[in-house]
């Protein structure tokens, strides 16, 4: 006897393969569904981030335009430098979240998740620092400077001495001369 498929047995595989059919059909649209938002998803997350880089780069550029024209001004104002001048005033910290909560088109809940940013800055004179340089000007000690270096090394205990050779040695190198050997502008 053979066997003959039966139409109801027919029928089963036929509907297992549409059913088959239909999942893979699924499974390929969540996938490229999938592929899809996640390719959105990283394309926002790049422009916030080259938007955020933008925008410190303003700040950047903004707070030496304020260092430019503070010293600017004082430059042309002359005279002695001071701490009472502009320059010496430093730029107290400031919230910059809060200058874009000032804008009319940011809403407050987009600002709650953004992180804090603060800037500050502030301006140091560099010459009003202990500098090494000003010991000899010239060729020729400079008798505050020295006197300055002096009380400086007896408050951290190092030997005063040392102060007589630093200057010695910073005459020869400013005539263009080799140090002298320790022991030799030890007596000088």
């Given amino acids: 006897m053979s066997r003959r498929s039966s139409p ?3 029928g089963v595989g036929e509907r297992g393969a549409a059913l088959l059919a239909a999942m893979l059909t699924v499974t390929l649209v969540a996938t490229l569904a999938a592929a899809a938002m996640w390719r959105q998803w990283r394309a926002v997350e790049i422009e916030a981030a080259e938007r955020s880089r933008l925008q410190s780069a ?3 550029v903004g707070a030496l335009d304020w260092a430019r024209l503070i010293l600017r001004e004082d430059a042309r ?5 001071h701490l009472a001048e502009p320059w010496a005033v430093p730029l107290e910290e400031a919230r910059l979240t ?3 909560a000032a804008e009319k088109n940011i809403a407050s809940d987009a600002i709650e998740g953004l992180p ?3 800037m500050s800055g502030r301006i140091i004179d560099a010459q009003s620092k202990l500098n090494v340089n000003n010991l000899v000007v010239g060729g020729k000690p400079v008798e505050t400077a020295v006197a300055s270096f002096v009380k400086l090394f007896e408050l951290l205990g190092l030997p005063r001495q040392e102060v007589s050779l630093l200057t010695a040695n910073l005459q ?3 005539a263009g001369l080799a140090p002298a ?3 030799a502008a030890g007596g000088a």
């Fill in 181 to 183: 050997p320790a022991a």
């Fill in 116 to 118: 804090d940013a603060f």
């Fill in 77 to 81: 104002a002359g005279g002695a430098d």
């Fill in 98 to 100: 809060s200058f874009l």
């Fill in 8 to 10: 109801s047995v027919r």
């Fill in 58 to 60: 303003w700040v950047l």
């Fill in 172 to 174: 020869r190198a400013s």
